[in-house]
């Protein structure tokens, strides 16, 4: 496996942001996390679900992936857990409520489309 280095130091902000930004209707908070130093190889964000759950996730060229399950928290990070391509596949894993509203958002722009196309 290839230790490419897809972003620099200065990138992973802007694409973490661009994901938080992404789901942010679909969860109660999302951030960088202040305290966990980014690299050229990961970033780390702070969450916490519809349900109140809080994670640490690492966002890296290998994807989103829980490494914690509270704020700030690595302790997860050596255990292989899976790696999700994006944080919505991230999410739909780890929170129902996620599924419910991001489906719920769906449907209502189905239904918006559906009259524009009748009227």
């Given at each position: 496996m290839s230790n490419e280095l897809v972003l620099d130091e200065e990138t992973w902000p802007v694409e973490a942001e661009a994901a938080i930004n992404d789901i942010r209707?679909?969860?109660?908070a999302a951030s960088v996390s202040p305290k966990l130093r980014s690299s050229n190889q990961r970033i780390y964000i702070n969450l916490t679900?519809?349900?109140?759950?809080?994670?640490?996730?690492?966002?890296s060229a290998a994807g989103f992936r829980v490494v914690g399950r509270k704020y700030d928290d690595t302790s997860l990070a050596t255990i292989e857990n899976m790696?999700?391509?994006?944080?919505?596949?991230?999410?739909n894993s780890i929170s129902q409520k996620y599924r419910e509203s991001f489906g719920g958002e769906l449907m209502n722009k189905l239904l918006d489309l559906a009259k524009k196309s009748e009227g």
């Open positions: 209707k679909h969860v109660n679900t519809l349900e109140n759950s809080e994670y640490c996730i690492e966002m790696n999700y391509e994006t944080p919505y596949a991230l999410l």
